[in-house]
């Protein structure tokens, strides 16, 4: 199962601000040291980022009420998944992360320097972030060179797919340890700074809204503008 490490992941003071669950812009008029130190989280620790993506393809054999019927005798299951795959020939199931090494500084910093310890950890949040979107941008640019179109990235905890309901079903998919990702018994990934997701691809496929759409944080969210 392909291992992909080769990225080149672009990650600026406005989205380490924003993995620490701030807003850049309020930030940079009322405390523009935190912006410096973000600039610092950057500098010091993005040689910390190890970027991995463990990739399985699947052909979609049929669809069955919510169940996504896949070769091998895989399957996927969930009234979102149901909603936004039926149409997809292929799917692709994804597990990114940029390693615990970036964790394990933030955690030990916390410590010390809280301020920077936590812009740390909102460099992880970006990196894996930023990871997940360019694995997803690049399978979206396989599909149309192929005349062939995808479905929103689908991730465990979104509206119609809960954690528990999806995460094992990814995990069970995926030889998760070659990539060093764990999940604790209440499906938790470890290291933190991971993200699972599954996309669809077919000639078919209708994009019904985006990925904010069926986010749990979409009546709160400040940042859906930035995401779409």
């Known amino acids: 199962m392909p291992v992909l490490r080769e990225w080149d992941l672009v990650v600026d003071a406005d989205a380490v601000l924003r993995g620490q669950g701030a807003n850049p812009a309020v930030i940079r008029g009322r405390s523009p040291s935190l912006v410096s130190t973000a600039e610092r989280a950057i500098h010091d620790g993005s040689h910390l980022i190890k970027p991995a993506v463990l990739v399985r393809r699947l052909a979609v054999e049929g669809v069955v009420h919510e169940r996504i019927k896949l070769e091998e005798g895989a399957s996927l299951q969930g009234r979102l998944l149901a909603q936004h795959l039926a149409a997809a020939s292929e799917v692709v199931v994804l597990l990114c992360t940029v390693g615990d090494d970036l964790e394990e500084l933030a955690s030990k910093t916390m410590m010390s320097d809280p301020v920077f310890g936590l812009a740390l950890d909102g460099l992880g949040s970006a990196a894996v ?100």
């Open 129 to 228: 972030e930023a990871l997940a979107n360019a694995a997803c941008r690049r399978f979206e640019g396989e599909a149309k060179a192929a005349a062939l179109q995808t479905s929103i990235p689908l991730s465990p905890g979104m509206i119609g797919w809960s954690v528990e309901e999806g995460q094992p079903q990814i995990f069970r998919l995926l030889p998760s340890e070659e990539i060093g990702v764990r999940v604790t018994p209440s499906w938790v990934m470890l290291p933190r700074k991971s993200l699972s997701m599954v996309l669809g691809i077919g000639t078919r496929m209708v994009e019904a809204g985006k990925t904010c759409d069926y986010c749990t944080l979409r009546e709160t969210c400040r940042y859906q503008d930035h995401y779409a």
